[in-house]
């Protein structure tokens, strides 16, 4: 009793905090600005900086604001080669400790300009990640396998229980006792003599090898967790998780394509021509870009003429012919997060099939998912009749023909 | 029985070729090798495997094969290492360009899709059918991959430096340049440069189908050589002696004008005469045909001209004459006479007529045609005398389409330096000394100035797939220059073009000085009746293949004649009448085959044999048609020696024919003639039309206990929900429809449509998701048969039977998208549903191709994949080829074998369209609407919308009332209805 008590006090506490942590960080960063500045960091600033203490090509920015006065880092945004000329001694340290590159500039409108700081001011707190986690913890759940162990070890204690029970009353009443095998062996051929029963338990044995051959058939040509290795060891976790890279910068089509598009390795030469070295096995790894592409990274330039191989990268998910699937359908009118699919991406140093990616999978989604219509004039007179038509329910996606044949399948 | 009658399988075997007997005799022509091995006593006796041991084996491979089978392939993504700004992969790109291959000209946008075309858009004006195909020419494996000499591979460099060598060493013989008609001013100005550098050179220009005689009338009446524009749009009387103008006359783009001026709702619909031999496409839509053998042309002209001088005149023009009295200055006159005399005749009359500066510019005139065959029988002659040092060919094929083309391949051993710059190892190329391959119109650069004033440029939207070197730059080349992009760019910069936006929009328009033309004078002589009872002959070109050069396209191979309905073949046609009377005719076989007669026909010293007989109503009494652009020895393996080569009748006018043994089987899509007394082709006239405009669109009514009610106010079904969101329509309108097949190759394109081959099509098993069904009219009527008390066998049979001179009507059906389908009811499996936007789906990986489906359509709509038609070597078209297969839309499935395909109303194109809409968060315009038909549709035929938006034009015409809905007494709701044809009869 004691026990559950406690347990219940961790878990409200626990609750508790978390919700205040919640509130409190998104009092802090509710502001515009900031989301403004998000997406001008993003588009801008996140190939060299992350926000937290990492170093990219250009130093890491946590705490910048705090840091540099607003009018110094305005001047050094702008234009950093002409601050640097105007002789500012901060400018000039940065300069010598960054190996004497200088920042590109920018020529932010004022606006623009105050919608950064103010997301260089509010940081955001860790909070993607530790959404995702949830997400994660509650997908999987207790193993089936782990249940049925329990459910095994449950009804063992119950033989066991009711045998001692069974002899203690025997002992009580002066007649032989009993082992547990002899009990289970009686029972069993008390069982066996009905015909009734055999013929129930077979059919039930019959259901259970059925059901078993079902899943496992149903399962051919489902891969969820394929993680098969790449020709180069790229790791999301380094890149989306760690450093925080959108991931529209290096997935750009996903946002305009059928197609979320593997970057072409230029993309990749747009941080890589600085960045040539990685904590683990980064340094190798780099190197066969270098090697695709034919970049030398010591003079840091293009070797001309050289013959360049494409990097042959193992598709993952892969969708059958006969099945159209389109990720800015889904990017951008959907308005779904990438992880949805694909899992915690972010988390992953090597990518797995997260989905089933079963027709079942897709349809199930398209039965629960809200159509994401706020806003959207495309939808304005559509969802006056849909709101007229189903009075009340959620619109999902079904509803406005998600779930027929010719939307997939052409 | 007659004993001595034989069967033919073929032209091959009629005509004893070696090979036919070498095959009957060897059935398989890979021996299998039994002999080899149980022959071989030793290694028998040896072998000790028992039955048993064979059982192991069979039994293990079988169990391996089924292990291997279970790993799943590894499938490799390959990004590129620097990705081109403009391209996202899954995204199409379009290109503004322009098509022109000597004949058929277009300004077109180019759709591409990671950097390859895969289809040919209208851009903003009209095309052909040949116009559409001409990207899967692009991935032609028959191109020539390299330069040639002398039929060997060789590098540009020694071609270069040869031809320059050879160029510069003549002295005093000529150097000819023999081109089609080139549009390009550009390449005038290179083709100047070089006739600077190199002494005699000579240009000639010739058209495939010669249009002299109006180039030399218009040199005799207005001073200029030139071929006149016509504006079919403003004209109110249309009276075409044989011109086929709708198709193949002159220029591609009167059918839209022609069309433009036949609108029924503002009640102005021009009235339009076709006096012709053949049934030709624009004989079909005409409002009043009169068949004339071709000997009566000139006569009936100059009685023409007579009659609008207030002579007497042939009674046949009465009306004609009443409706141009009653339009002064506003009629074209036109023939497709290649005689000067009757090109006069017909220019008094437009001069008379006031015609000139209203519906025909001289002073605007067209520059489609400029080839000149007095100049070419010069260049013949000339080769022959051994004159000619260097011939040129460029955009022509003299030694097949030439009618001289014998004379021509003998006189070319006599030239010194021989070159083409065909595309392919042609008729021609094959006899030259080097063969420069010039680029597909979709890997160059170029420009095209095909009217007065309007140019278009093309640009190049794939690189170069073979070692091919564009023409132009070829002759830059050759003259010690370079680089034909930058002469281009250079060229239309110095003119104060806008070359980005020019580029970006793919054409302009100059302010130019109009020509200086004398004034008119009539140089006309009147001609005799020349009427003979001799058997006529009045050469063509087919709506699909025009003169031939595309003859490797299977596309166009397949694309069934609009008047005939076969494919695969020419014929020689003729009137039922005369058929009877030489003993020649057409017959159904057991599998609903057409087969026909054969015959050999004779002009003169020249003889073709073995030509089926093909009848063909509405063809003269005592004529025959035959068509070019058929019989190509070197075209590649779709277009090789299908059919005969009519080019060397080319001015032969009488012919005599001779019927020979055996039989010859067609490849003919529609058997059936006639409507039979039904309303399948709603049609009114147009004085019937302004009293009522609902005439002739009646809808069967049934008697229900509400009354008598339309048969779409009867139903048992539930409804579908079709009032939210989207209702897809696409309205048909037979008024405008001229039946050119331009949408089925626009379709065939888009939805990767297979290619099924001759004997395919002649077991109905043709693929085309759309046909354009043909009806003739019949003398007998339901109305006749009363007044003559005729039995219904009799009335029906009768009624099979098209007229003489029938009027035609085109029909496009492809799926209706019935709301109440049919075909929805009886699949047993639910592959075929229906969508909450009036869509009826097919889902081919659903489909176990039971085929109830196509039983169950009124329409027969549905067509199944009798075959794997790609990756199949039987099926050995684009779809078989590594660099044919790059045609197809990355956006739509290839259907694999036993499933059933349809028409899905180009669904990729909605889900597209709906996407980008949703993405920009605007609503759809409905401009941007479109399937590819209605798209590539010329004459705005085709109109495809939304009908739940009250603004857009589709919803505008579902509640015209003219719309009917095909058998609209099965009540199946189409989601594709007609506008009634209306004709101006009075």
Known sequence: ?410 | MKTTKKYWKGLAQLNNEPIVDTLGQNEFIEELPVDKFLGDQENLSVTNSSRRDFLKFLGFTTAAATLAACETPVVKSIPYLVKPDEIIPGVANYYASTIYDGRDYASVLVKTREGRPIKIENNGTYSNSRVQASVLSLYDSARLKSPLKDNKEIDWKTVDSEIKEKLSLIKDGKIVLLTSTILSPSTNEIINEFSAQYSNVEHIMIDSTPYDGILDANMDSFGVRLAPSYSFDKANVIVSFGADFLANWMANDYATDYVNGRNPKSGKMSKHYQLETNMSLTGANADKRIQIKPSEQGYLISSLLDAVNGKSYDKRLSNIVKSLEANPSKSIIVSNSNDKNVQLLVNAINHKLGNYNNTISIIRPSNLKQGNTEKLDNLINNMQEGNIEALITYNVNPSYSLSRAKEFNTALKNVNLKVSTSLYNDETACLMDYVCPDHHNLESWGDANPKYGIYSLMQPTISPLFNTRQFQDSLLSWIGKSDYHAYLKNYWSRKGIDWNQSLHDGYFSLDEKLIKVKRFIDQSVLVKNQKSDALELEIYETVALGDGSQSNNPWLQELPDPITRACWDNYLTISASTAKELGLSNWTVSNGALNGSIVDVTAGNKVVKNVPVMITPGQAHSTVGMAVGYGRTRAGKAGNNVGFNAYPFLDAKKVVITKVDGEYEFASIQLHHTMMGRDIVKETSLTDYIKDPSSGNHRETYATYKGKLPSDQVSLYEEHDLSTGHFWNLSIDLTSCIGCGECVISCQAENNIPVVGKQEVRKSRDMHWMRIDRYFSSDMTKELSKEEKKSAIDMYSEMEVPSENPEVVFQPVMCMHCNHAPCETVCPVAATTHSNEGLNQMTYNRCIGTRYCANNCPYKVRRFNWFQYSENEKFDFHMNDDLGKMVLNPDVVVRSRGVIEKCSMCIQKIQELKLNAKKSGKPIKDVDAQTACASSCSTNALVFGDSNNKDSEVWRLRNDERAYDLLDHLNVKPSVFYQTKIRNKS
Not at chain 1, 359 to 371: I, N
Request: glycine fraction near 6%.
């Open chain 1, 1 to 410: 009793m004691m026990r559950s008590i406690y347990s219940y006090l961790i878990l409200t506490l626990a609750i508790l905090f978390t919700s205040f942590n919640v509130a409190f960080s998104q009092e802090a960063v509710d502001s515009l600005a900031v989301q403004q500045g998000k997406e001008i960091f993003k588009t801008n600033c996140v190939s060299c900086h992350s926000i937290g203490k990492n170093a990219l090509i250009g130093p890491g920015l946590e705490g910048v604001a705090n840091k540099r006065k607003k009018e110094w880092l305005k001047k050094w945004i702008n234009s950093s080669s002409d601050f640097i000329a105007s002789g500012d001694p901060d400018a000039i340290a940065i300069y010598e400790e960054w190996n004497k590159v200088a920042m590109t500039s920018f020529y932010f409108e004022d606006e623009d300009f105050e919608a950064l700081y103010a997301y260089l001011k509010n940081p955001p707190i860790q909070e993607d990640i530790v959404s995702a986690d949830l997400t994660l913890a509650e997908d999987q759940g207790v193993r089936t396998s782990t249940k049925l162990m329990f459910i095994a070890l449950f009804l063992l204690m119950l033989v066991y229980l009711l045998t001692s029970l069974k002899n203690k009353l025997k002992e009580s009443l002066g007649q032989e006792t009993e082992t547990i095998p002899d009990t289970l062996l009686s029972q069993f051929n008390l069982f066996v003599s009905e015909n009734r029963n055999v013929v129930f338990a077979s059919f039930a044995c019959l259901i259970v090898v059925l059901k078993f051959s079902f899943d496992t058939m149903i399962g051919v040509g489902v891969y969820s967790q394929y993680q098969p290795e790449q020709p180069i060891a790229f790791s999301h976790k380094v890149h989306a998780g760690e450093n925080g890279v959108d991931c529209n910068y290096c997935h750009s089509s996903a946002r305009k394509s059928k197609h979320s598009g593997i970057p072409s390795a230029n993309v990749c030469m747009n941080c890589h021509t600085y960045i040539n070295e990685g904590k683990i096995t980064g340094t190798t790894e780099i190197a066969k870009i270098y090697d695709a592409v034919g970049f030398d990274p010591n003079t840091r330039s293009y070797i001309e003429g050289y013959e360049q191989k494409p990097i042959k990268w193992v598709r993952i998910h892969n969708l059958p012919d006969l099945s159209y699937f389109n990720h800015s359908q889904h990017v951008v009118a959907g308005k779904i997060e990438c992880q949805t699919c694909h899992g915690p991406i972010e988390e992953m140093d090597v990518v797995y099939q997260h989905a089933e990616l079963t027709m079942g999978w897709c349809v199930d989604c398209h039965r629960t998912t809200e159509v994401a219509m706020e806003g959207n004039e495309y939808y304005t007179e559509l969802h006056d009749q849909l709101k007229e038509k189903y009075k009340g329910e959620k619109i999902t996606v079904d509803k406005i023909g998600g779930i027929e044949c010719a939307k997939c399948h052409y």
